[in-house]
């Protein structure tokens, strides 16, 4: 009965989900109805307190740093100016001959650099609308184009990503955010090769049947017209120093520090190695808003106004994975969950790799987010994988990595909020665009992943 319990309560989160419900609403709802029906009735309320919102508030407590710098930075570098200059630079160097390919490039730089995936939509998607009808390029391939930039290899893949899929493992595994950087490399090669190829095909396709922009009303809107444009460089700058400030901090300077406080019963007796991957995206987030702010301070409207928008933008994006956590910590204490477990780590007996793999994608398909299956999963059962790779020597980077490009497979189903709001941005649907975000975002991620897993278990990490 508790497993039905917990496979009706999935269903039911991810039917819901689909449909608009709030995840804050339906997690704490759903993990109730899993204990009830496994006849733990009795014990609502405690598991609630105890358990629900024990994991709700300790993934919270451990991130919500990264998710108000990251959001505070994506909204400075909004106002700024900043991120349009990049975008609009891009294409405009790469112009009409790789408008697909600008459009990537504009967004892995951006998303890379710590810019959130909403707001590059809303920064690339004038620019892009304005170039792919001035080329006469179906206007339907534009998601496309954002999810492999945004959602993809910047995501999950390159190493030093600040991406919170990136940053997710690195307490559970103590890595940094470079882990297994080889095996990295070679899965966003894949993740933008095989995305280029296949909307590079679907754009012949396009053009042998005489398909153009298309006549669309929707979100219509002209790029910024009368905008004044900053400095490509200047606006480059604050992604420089996210991507090697995350670098230094971690590998050459907080090494440097005397960390041996943590020792203290103050500090919880953590390791540096537990904090020093999240310590060093911090400071590098950071300086990048200090230096945005210090050479906007008279063109951003309101500095306070954009930093006030940034700390609120960030409150329902941590506090929804947040609630995904604390559903799966709970689903963790049910007797039907040892049952689940233990079949799928049966799965690959003597290899954790794949049964990782699958478990951080299936948990992330049926919550409609990276994050909160990434979470979830490693929440109850991080400490069970840290365990079988010291087992079967793995090294904690490979690990860590397949855990990052598991959380980037099926997360990107129809009911994945980004995409849901992509498609809203760019005026389009699901009928018109899906297809192209499936491949993209979905499928080829899925074959990277695969490959890494061969590569990981045949030459371990590198």
Known sequence: MSIFAILLSLSLLMYFAYRGVSVLVLAPLLAILAVVLSGQSNQTMGIYTEVFMQGLGGFAVKYFPLFILGAIFGKLMEDSGYAYSIAHNIVDKLGEKHALLAVVLACSILTYGGVSAFVVTFAIYPIAAALFKQTNIPKRLIPGAICIGALTLTMTALPGSPSIHNVIPMPYFETDAFAAP?????????????????????????????????????????????????????????????????????????????????????????????????????????????????????????????????????????????????????????????IIKQSLMAISPGNPLISEAIMINVLAGITGSASGGLGIALEIMGANYMQLAEQYNIDPELMHRIASLASGGLDSLPHNGAIITMLTICGLTHRESYKDIFAVAVIIPLIALILVIILGTLFGSF
């Not at 990048?288 to 702010?293: G, I, L, R, S």
Request: hydrophobic residues 50%; glycine residues 12%; contains cysteine.
């Open 182 to 338: 080889g095996l990295g490399i070679i899965a966003s090669i894949v993740m933008l090769g095989g995305g280029m190829l296949w909307m590079n095909r679907q754009l012949r396709l396009a053009g042998a049947n005489n398909e153009g922009y298309g006549n669309h009303t929707l979100n219509e809107k002209a790029p910024h017209s009368g905008m004044d444009i900053p400095n490509f460089w200047l606006a480059l700058f604050p992604i420089i120093i996210v991507i090697v400030g995350n670098y230094a901090f971690s590998k050459m300077i907080i090494p440097l520090w005397n960390n041996s406080y943590l020792a203290d019963e103050k500090f919880g007796g953590v390791a540096l190695s537990s904090v020093i991957g999240i310590w060093a995206i911090i400071l590098s987030l950071f300086l990048a808003c200090v230096f945005v702010v210090a050479t906007n301070f008279k063109k951003i409207d309101s500095v306070a106004d954009s930093l006030n928008k940034g700390a609120m933008g960030s409150l329902l994006p941590i506090f929804n994975t947040a609630s995904e956590v604390g559903y799966g910590s709970v689903i963790a204490t049910l007797a039907g969950f040892e």
